[in-house]
């Protein structure tokens, strides 16, 4: 079956401390995967694609198909990353995204 | 440009109620979503549409109905409210479906089914 998990629902820490988001998937084939993230009050937006390998506003992700995880991650947190981070997967020709349940990254000051 | 609208933005429904949910895109794009996301749950596929004319049943689609006669609209249709279909409901499209393709997503319609 395919699914995405997110282990954490709340991430907190302080600014300019490294952000690790975690997402473990199961999909049989190539997966292609994603991340997309929702600020306050604005609609839900990609962040960035495994396939582009790109890093957007100093976050990467690395897929990893032994561990079957696509962790996002950032050296040094800042206020403005505070968000939900969803990580989906494509789930199929009809292009459906497979959405984990999301985690809230929250970063002090 | 103004990317993916959805109308309404908050409704509340009585059961047994119907409702049309707005959608609407601007980009051109061939594929279009419906998702529905309970709290502290990911979003679910509801339906989808690969083109005008053609549109297929996705995860959860009970209690549901959509339309695609545009490539514009795919607005989605709640027939006999329940409150099992109180949720955010967004609508989002792509250019493609195959692919690492960005989906772009409207603002949500908080539904309240009491």
């Known amino acids: 079956a395919q699914r995405v998990t997110q282990p954490e629902k709340l991430l907190s820490v302080f600014k300019g401390a490294p952000v690790e988001l975690k997402c473990n998937y199961s999909y049989s084939g190539s997966p292609e995967l994603f991340w997309y993230v929702q600020y306050s009050r604005q609609r839900l937006q990609l962040l960035l694609r495994?396939?582009s390998r790109e890093s957007i506003k100093g976050f990467t992700a690395d897929l990893n198909k032994g561990e079957t995880s696509f962790h996002l991650k950032k050296p040094f947190a800042q206020e403005e990353d505070s968000a939900m981070y969803y990580c989906a997967l494509n789930g199929g020709s009809q292009g459906n995204l497979i959405f984990g349940k999301g985690t809230k990254l929250s970063v002090k000051p | 440009n103004a990317g993916v609208t959805q109308t309404p933005k908050f409704r509340i429904l009585k059961i047994g109620q119907s409702m049309t949910l707005q959608c609407t895109q601007d980009m051109n794009h061939n594929y279009m979503y419906w998702y529905r996301q309970d709290p502290g749950m990911g979003l679910k596929l509801i339906y989808y549409?690969?083109?005008?004319?053609?549109?297929d049943k996705g995860e959860v689609p009970n209690g549901y109905n959509v339309s695609r006669s545009t490539t514009e609209d795919f607005p989605l249709r709640l027939e006999l409210a329940a409150p099992s279909q109180t949720s955010v409901y967004f609508c989002?499209?792509?250019?493609?479906?195959?692919?690492?393709?960005?989906?772009?997503f409207g603002p949500g319609t908080r539904l309240t089914v009491t």
């Open positions: 989002a499209s792509s250019r493609q479906g195959v692919g690492s393709y960005e989906q772009y």
């Open positions: 495994h396939i």
């Open positions: 549409s690969v083109g005008a004319g053609i549109t």
